[in-house]
């Protein structure tokens, strides 16, 4: 196990699994009962990234600073649950290499955690279903505490939880806010290159390294504590 870091925290949503498949087709079916003209799956997946509320907002406006009317936001957001309770599962899948990443790590001795905006009957829903919760000794969904990523207390939370410091811990996401929330609460930070991060390229993210996937990811963890690489390195 590596000497520098203790504990790994992943992300969910475009880091662990493909979700984007079953939020589009709820937020398709909440703008069709709400007689509003669909969306390309493609744009809504850029919405993704800062939980539902803000996805709901993002789909009804269009834009992704957009607000939709207080009352018209409300029902979206019920229709929206609703639709995403019969989605979720559906369609989404693990990225390649995730079990075989995390199965690596937690061999290796790794503290593993998810920390994710997404509210926790769907996260926990979704990883009793694809077989990734065994792998994790800390769940922290988006509704656990008073503030979500990309502030950073889910991430010093989940710390605490596993009884690590901040500096021990590695984060892996594929969003800003992952960035920014690492950074935040003073912990390492590498990208995962497939994700969504609100359809911008992961190059524009200032995390210290990109990972190809979560296989890799262990291979590196399990090597010897080597120079830090720059911000930005490939790995």
Not at 81 to 102: K, N, Q, T
Not at 110 to 116: H, N, Y
Not at 164 to 169: D, L
Request: hydrophobic share 45%.
């Amino acid at each position: 196990m590596s000497a520098r870091f203790r504990a790994v925290l992943f992300d969910l949503d475009g880091t662990l699994l493909d979700t984007a498949p079953d939020l589009a087709a709820a937020a398709n079916g909440m703008l069709s009962e709400l007689g509003f003209a669909r969306r390309e799956p493609s744009a809504i997946a850029t919405y993704i990234g800062k939980g539902i509320p803000v996805l709901v907002h993002r789909t009804l406006t269009g834009a992704f600073d957009g607000r939709a009317e207080q009352t018209l936001f409300a029902r979206a957001l019920a229709i929206f649950e609703r639709c995403y309770a019969e989605e979720s599962g559906r369609h989404s899948r693990p990225y390649p290499a995730v079990i075989e990443g995390l199965g690596r790590l937690q061999a290796a001795g790794f503290a593993l955690g998810c920390v994710t905006n997404k509210a926790e009957r769907f996260t926990l829903d979704l990883l009793r279903r694809f077989d990734l919760e065994r792998f994790f000794a800390c769940v922290v969904s988006g509704d656990a505490l008073p503030r979500k990523k990309p502030d950073p207390l889910p991430i010093l939370h989940a710390c605490e939880r596993l009884r690590v410091a901040p500096s021990e811990t590695l984060v892996i996401g594929d969003s800003a806010n992952d960035v920014a929330a690492a950074r935040a609460a003073g912990c390492t930070v590498w990208c995962v290159p497939y994700g969504y991060n609100e359809g911008r390229p992961v190059a524009s993210l200032a995390c210290d390294a990109t990972v190809a996937d979560l296989a890799v990811a262990a291979r590196r963890l399990e090597l010897p504590p080597a120079v830090v690489p720059p911000s930005g390195a490939v790995l």
